[in-house]
């Protein structure tokens, strides 16, 4: 083994032992609720990123998509083959720019959230994705209190992941884990049109 090696070897056995003694103090189990929210692209394909990690390990989850539904997606397509554990809803009708009609999208909105309540409520789902909520939060479709009400109600084994952008400060604030996605650069600003696989 030369000096390199041997020095590498020390310092990683340092970096173990550190990790295990942090690791020692780690013992508080909970169902968290998690924010993915930021300007950059990923916030929904990193829970879907979760829920087919959950799948994996056996449990339930039910998933509502607030603006997403009137196109077929990839992730309907594989979720569909798990019907034991994943409820899949796409229940929205497009973006707001699309449907034009406020009416409209607020009693959307308020049937898609309802289905979302109904499966924190149920203690057969062990993880909710609530897709691209903050957008229904963003535009005043929900009372912004009425969600956190429900959300800090929930089970105290239950996860909960609410995407999309311009999460409002109080939900960042009462969740566990919030991650912002940072947009560096995207092919959509180079004229590159959505591509399946990637963005749906």
């Known amino acids: 083994?030369?000096?390199?090696?041997?020095?590498?070897?020390?310092?990683?056995?340092?970096?173990q032992a550190a990790r295990a003694t942090m690791m020692e103090t780690k013992t508080e189990e909970k169902g968290l609720l998690?924010?993915?929210?930021?300007?950059?692209?990923?916030?929904?394909?990193?829970?879907?990123?979760?829920?087919?990690?959950?799948?994996?390990?056996?449990?339930?989850?039910?998933?509502?998509?607030?603006?997403?539904?009137?196109m077929m997606t990839g992730e309907k397509a594989v979720f569909d083959a798990f019907p034991q554990q994943v409820e899949f809803k796409p229940m929205g009708e497009g973006f707001t720019w699309d449907t034009q009609d406020r009416a409209r999208d607020i009693a959307v909105t308020r049937?898609?959230?309802?289905?979302?309540?109904?499966m924190i409520a149920d203690p057969s789902y062990d993880m909710?994705?609530?897709?691209?909520?903050?957008?229904?939060l963003r535009y005043d479709y929900l009372p912004l209190d009425?969600?956190?009400?429900?959300l800090e109600a929930r089970p105290e084994m239950k996860h909960v992941i609410v995407?999309?952008?311009?999460?409002?400060?109080?939900?960042?604030?009462?969740?566990?884990?919030?991650?912002?996605?940072?947009?560096l650069k995207h092919p959509f600003r180079s004229g590159v049109k959505a591509q399946r696989g990637i963005e749906f």
């Open 34 to 70: 998690i924010v993915h929210t930021g300007k950059g692209k990923g916030k929904s394909s990193a829970a879907m990123g979760m829920v087919v990690r959950a799948i994996g390990h056996g449990m339930k989850v039910g998933v509502v998509q607030f603006i997403k539904g009137a």
């Open 146 to 150: 009425e969600v956190l009400a429900v």
């Open 163 to 183: 995407t999309g952008r311009n999460a409002p400060d109080a939900l960042i604030e009462a969740a566990d884990l919030v991650t912002e996605m940072t947009q």
């Open 1 to 15: 083994m030369t000096h390199d090696d041997a020095a590498h070897a020390d310092k990683m056995r340092k970096i």
């Open 128 to 136: 909710v994705l609530a897709d691209e909520l903050n957008i229904a």
């Open 111 to 118: 049937t898609a959230w309802d289905e979302v309540k109904r």
